[in-house]
């Protein structure tokens, strides 16, 4: 059962998920809400502000308002659609539609959830910003433990992003992932919390999107490349992209290829002794689609993946 309590001007979410993300994907309105910008249902959001709210809603695209910089030059990114499923949550820091708000300096959203050893959380985030490097505005997703007494990491950093790393009134042009592994030390009780924030200024607005947090087992050591706790055609499509292909040793890159040892690659395959030969064509996903981590993305690697075919670990 969740339960809400009333502290200050803050909501706080309290109760227990156990290894699980209500609304994850950001699929449900709250219905409470009339506002044309309707939050998520299940997440908490900061109202530590006059207006007792923040710029949080949810979307199927996004493109930022205004749709110019201060030298009045087009701003030419959007969102034309969610990482998963039918919509994402967008906050800003006063923009949904309207023109900069000064009271808004930040939005925040969180909820509560309990992660144990040998989960795997995964999700997607999208920053973009209409602001400039003088004034370096950042979204970011973490965790924070419940209770800071218990020996967890003060913070866990899932994603980030700010101007510097996008550059002035751009974007991170298409969604990114995270992926955290909880290990017995860092499983435990976490507020896990999505915000942007404008720094100094608040005329120019910045965006922090976010989709398709889900919680998964150890499913992805069976074919889950995309670490998205399903075994699919997504899966496969980055398999093809790889098939055939002779992936160095992670151990190796960089490295004296003289000095290191070599491992089996396809049948026939002589290896040479070439600097080239472990460095990682970033163009090619052959690590990650090399599951039985034999250094060749080959039939055993599809036999692995089709034995566990629409397998979900969540």
């Given at each position: 059962?969740?339960?809400?309590?009333?502290?200050?001007?803050?909501?706080?979410l309290?109760?227990?998920?156990?290894?699980?993300?209500?609304?994850?994907?950001?699929?449900?309105?709250?219905?409470?809400?009339?506002?044309?910008?309707?939050?998520?249902?299940?997440w908490?959001?900061?109202?530590?502000?006059?207006?007792?709210?923040?710029?949080?809603?949810?979307?199927?695209?996004?493109?930022?308002?205004?749709?110019?910089?201060?030298?009045?030059?087009?701003?030419?990114?959007?969102?034309?659609?969610?990482?998963?499923?039918?919509?994402?949550?967008?906050?800003?820091?006063?923009?949904?539609?309207?023109?900069?708000?000064?009271?808004?300096?930040?939005?925040?959203?969180?909820?509560?959830?309990?992660?144990?050893?040998?989960?795997?959380?995964?999700?997607?985030?999208?920053?973009?910003?209409?602001?400039?490097?003088?004034?370096?505005?950042?979204?970011?997703?973490?965790?924070?433990?419940?209770?800071p007494?218990?020996?967890?990491?003060?913070?866990?950093?899932?994603?980030?992003?700010?101007?510097?790393?996008?550059?002035?009134?751009?974007?991170?042009?298409?969604?990114?992932?995270?992926?955290y592994?909880?290990?017995?030390?860092?499983?435990?009780?976490?507020?896990?919390?999505?915000?942007?924030?404008?720094?100094?200024?608040?005329?120019?607005?910045?965006?922090?999107?976010?989709?398709?947090?889900?919680?998964?087992?150890?499913?992805?050591?069976?074919?889950?490349?995309?670490?998205?706790?399903?075994?699919?055609?997504?899966?496969?499509?980055?398999?093809?992209?790889?098939?055939?292909?002779?992936?160095?040793d992670?151990?190796?890159?960089?490295?004296?290829?003289?000095?290191?040892?070599?491992?089996?690659?396809?049948?026939?395959?002589?290896?040479?002794?070439?600097?080239n030969?472990?460095?990682?064509?970033?163009?090619?996903?052959?690590?990650?689609?090399?599951?039985?981590?034999?250094?060749?993305?080959?039939?055993?690697?599809?036999?692995?993946?089709?034995?566990?075919?629409?397998?979900?670990g969540?």
């Open positions: 059962m969740i339960r809400f309590f009333c502290t200050g001007c803050f909501v706080i309290t109760g227990t998920l156990w290894g699980a993300i209500l609304n994850e994907s950001f699929e449900i309105p709250d219905p409470n809400v009339n506002e044309w910008f309707i939050p998520p249902l299940n908490d959001r900061a109202r530590d502000n006059s207006y007792k709210d923040c710029y949080v809603g949810l979307h199927r695209e996004f493109v930022p308002h205004p749709q110019y910089d201060r030298n009045k030059n087009e701003v030419f990114w959007n969102i034309p659609a969610p990482a998963d499923g039918s919509k994402f949550v967008v906050l800003s820091t006063g923009d949904l539609g309207f023109d900069s708000d000064p009271v808004i300096t930040h939005s925040t959203i969180w909820q509560t959830v309990t992660f144990e050893p040998g989960h795997r959380f995964t999700g997607f985030y999208f920053f973009g910003t209409c602001d400039f490097l003088q004034y370096n505005d950042y979204g970011k997703i973490y965790l924070e433990p419940v209770d007494n218990i020996g967890l990491p003060p913070e866990i950093p899932l994603a980030y992003a700010d101007v510097e790393m996008v550059g002035d009134y751009r974007s991170t042009d298409t969604w990114r992932s995270f992926v592994d909880f290990t017995p030390d860092t499983a435990g009780t976490y507020n896990l919390i999505c915000t942007v924030k404008d720094i100094q200024d608040t005329i120019y607005k910045s965006y922090l999107a976010v989709d398709g947090l889900k919680v998964c087992t150890t499913l992805y050591d069976h074919g889950d490349i995309n670490r998205d706790c399903s075994i699919d055609m997504i899966d496969l499509f980055i398999m093809s992209d790889a098939w055939l292909s002779v992936c160095p992670p151990n190796a890159i960089d490295g004296d290829p003289n000095t290191k040892p070599i491992r089996p690659g396809p049948p026939g395959y002589i290896p040479v002794p070439d600097p030969f472990y460095m990682i064509d970033p163009n090619c996903p052959c690590v990650i689609a090399d599951i039985d981590q034999n250094w060749f993305v080959e039939p055993n690697d599809l036999m692995i993946m089709t034995d566990h075919w629409l397998e979900k969540f």
